[in-house]
């Protein structure tokens, strides 16, 4: 299910509201991305304003370490620019298609936080949400926390790992393909997601 990619990603512009907690730092992701909105069609305000959202959402994610887990052993022969290239692109991908994907399938949905259960600096914060089409969904978001902040690594729906769905599709293109042929494909789904392409 494309959902994982919906809901992950770097270096991050906004400041996030501080949250004491790993439930609190998922609900504000939530309620964050559910201000998102479609990139095409939108006034100039709305864009900006969008893109606000789009900054913030970032926050409450840790896509340095998105990035290293879904490259695997991919990670340690990338250069560090190559790797910060990636981080990058990863983020603008959730930005770009992620968000707007995520904040249409929570937008109208009633969200039920069941609590979180923390081993040291590592957190499960399960959530159910009601669709009216598919019924009851769990779906778990797994947080680290570093530097006194709590930040999403992975987001499990119906027992599906966004980060291993990820990684099994970069893995298949480079089986096939270098690291730059990844990079351009990447860069080629950014650039139809912005309207480029």
Known sequence: MTLGLCLLTALFTATPARAESPQEAVKYLLATIQQVKEVESLSPEEAKANRRHMDRALTYLDVAEVSKQTLGKHW???SPEERQQFTQLLGELFRYVAFPNSAKFFRELKIEYKGNSKDGNAATVPVLVHHKDEGEIRIDFDLLESTSRWRV????????SMRN????????????????????????????ARGGG
Not at 153 to 160: A, R
């Open 76 to 78: 340690q022969r990338r």
């Open 153 to 160: 690594v992975d987001v499990i729906l119906d027992g599906v």
């Open 165 to 192: 769905n990820l990684r099994t599709q970069f893995y298949q293109i480079l089986k096939k393909e270098d690291f730059a042929g990844l990079m351009a494909r990447m860069q080629e789904r950014l650039d139809t």
